[in-house]
């Protein structure tokens, strides 16, 4: 099954509505409408009602959608079965019931195919179909369909594939060596498939953010007080990542149209949420710092705090660790499993009543400690000891010289 190669939008609906119901030589039968939720099916019912859906946003230039579906050569649905298609096909584009649509089927030498005419403004509150990156998804969609509907499977781009190879950010070099050490798919490649893997179906919005936690995955919405939905963020393990960093595709303005959204049910459930990880938030580290357990170098020690004086002391560190064996690489074979964070962010132990401060200012819900958008590192302090000034006992006297004025 085939769609046009690109959606067209219109400014009038009398125009392509004359063309679709028009008998033409080639149409073995008269064009006729076989489903949609139109209450009319002749040429002017249906462009009056289109019409008084039009006048309700009237700032809206191109109110017309138009697509169609052909299906190869010989091949035939029965009615019923193009509009059960053509419903489920609206669906997963994301029009709703409210959104007025028709399907009118042409059926010629070149095979059956059906113009899908909607209206891109919603009818109970006037909200307008956006349909970003349109043409790409429907391709996807229409292949699922075949697939669903066990049509004859036809050749096309694989949507997914086209938007991994467009879209999706490539593995930092970072990310690469971690997965060849590991053997293991890195947290961004994991968000990535776990979210292409759900957004198959239209699915809703709870549903999309509590399938993802059932994979580990953390979806933070990014909601204003006002009820204004601007994307999610997405943790996995002790990785944070923002939608733009996983890719062009997973921001808001293409993720809506994958996702069955409706403000007055999930923004209330989105605000909740979002309430709910914004102190889990503050403690998750920058996306780009793996905090793992290695095996300490020499060198790596040497930059950690002693804990007899508290104080960065290089020579005293290699001095208590010259004992503990290690091999040719430096590696200490019987010392324990240091955290990568403990140079970065030992230092704030050191604030007194530090703890103290942050309990008392989360519970009158100020936050604190945002991370830096850029943080560094401390690798090397300087000490300076200052000696008390030494006061002297006895007053030396100041002997005064006076000149004297040469004699007249």
């Not at 005419?117 to 307008?128: F, K, P, Q, T, Y």
């Not at 990880?277 to 503050?282: A, G, Q, R, V």
């Not at 998750?284 to 960065?312: F, Q, W």
Request: aromatic share 6%; proline share 5%; net charge positive.
């Amino acid at each position: 099954m085939k769609g046009m190669q690109k959606i067209k939008r219109g400014k009038c609906f009398s125009g392509i509505i004359h063309y679709a119901l028009k008998s033409v030589s080639h149409h073995k039968t008269v064009p006729r409408v076989i489903g949609g939720n139109m209450l009319g099916s002749s040429t002017t019912e249906l462009i009056d009602e289109f019409n008084t859906a039009k006048k309700l946003r009237e700032d809206i230039v191109k109110p017309v959608w138009h697509n169609s579906l052909r299906l190869p050569k010989d091949d035939t649905l029965t009615d019923y079965q193009w509009s059960n298609i053509a419903d489920d096909y609206m669906a997963r584009m994301g029009f709703t019931e409210t959104h007025l649509k028709c399907y009118v089927l042409h059926d010629d030498i070149s095979g059956q195919h059906i113009h899908i005419i909607a209206c891109r403004i919603d009818l109970i509150d006037g909200r307008v179909y956006l349909g970003k990156n349109e043409n790409l998804i429907s391709t996807r969609i229409i292949q699922e369909l075949e697939e669903d509907y066990k049509l004859t499977r036809t050749r096309g781009p694989s949507a997914i594939g086209a938007q991994s190879s467009k879209s999706k950010n490539k593995k930092s070099r970072g990310e690469d060596m971690l997965e060849k050490r590991t053997g293991k798919p890195c947290s961004k490649v994991i968000i990535q498939e776990a979210i292409e893997t759900l957004l198959v179906k239209n699915i809703s919005t709870i549903k999309f953010v509590h399938q993802l936690k059932e994979r580990n995955i953390v979806a933070v919405p990014n909601i204003s007080s006002t009820g204004r939905m601007n994307g999610f963020s997405f943790k996995y393990g002790n990785m944070a990542f923002k939608a733009s960093q996983l890719g062009k595709i997973y921001s808001w303005s293409a993720l809506q149209n994958r996702i069955n959204y409706i403000p007055d049910r999930d923004n209330g459930f989105l605000l909740n949420l979002k309430a709910s990880c914004s102190e889990t938030l503050d403690m998750i580290p920058p996306s780009g710092i793996v905090i793992e357990e290695v095996n300490p170098t020499i060198e790596m020690l040497a930059l950690c705090k002693t804990s007899h004086d508290d104080r960065y002391d290089t020579d005293y560190t290699k001095e208590c660790i010259s004992t503990i064996p290690s091999n040719s690489e430096g590696v200490l074979t019987d010392a324990p499993k240091l955290s990568l964070e403990i140079p970065k962010f030992r230092w704030l132990e050191t604030i007194p009543y530090i703890d103290a401060v942050i309990s008392l200012l989360k519970n009158i819900k100020i936050l604190t400690l945002k991370r830096p958008k850029n943080p560094s590192i401390i690798s090397n302090i300087r000490i300076a000891k200052i000696a008390p000034l030494c006061l002297a006992t006895t007053a030396e006297p100041v002997s005064v010289h006076r000149k004297r004025s040469p004699s007249l």
